[in-house]
């Protein structure tokens, strides 16, 4: 794997350690929903999908 490609997996995972991180999580923590979801739910699934989203697109780059 290039050098490039295994930076930018790791700023995508400290990115999602700082995006799921308590303090940051519990802003969602309220009584809104978004298609019949709570949005703490819908916030930490959309963040989950969104994650692998971009580490396919990165790791489909690399075997090209």
């Known amino acids: 794997m290039k050098?490039?490609?295994?930076?930018k997996l790791v700023v995508l995972s400290l990115t999602l350690l700082f995006l799921?991180?308590?303090p940051l999580v519990m802003i969602f923590d309220q009584e809104a929903?978004?298609?019949g979801f709570p949005s703490i739910y819908f916030f930490i699934f959309l963040l989950w999908a969104v994650a692998?989203?971009?580490s396919f697109l990165i790791l489909?780059?690399?075997?090209?």
Not at 3 to 7: D, V
Not at 60 to 64: A, P, Q, S, T, V
């Open 52 to 54: 692998i989203l971009v």
């Open 3 to 7: 050098k490039r490609h295994e930076q």
């Open 33 to 35: 929903s978004f298609f």
């Open 20 to 22: 799921l991180n308590v």
């Open 60 to 64: 489909k780059r690399h075997y090209e």
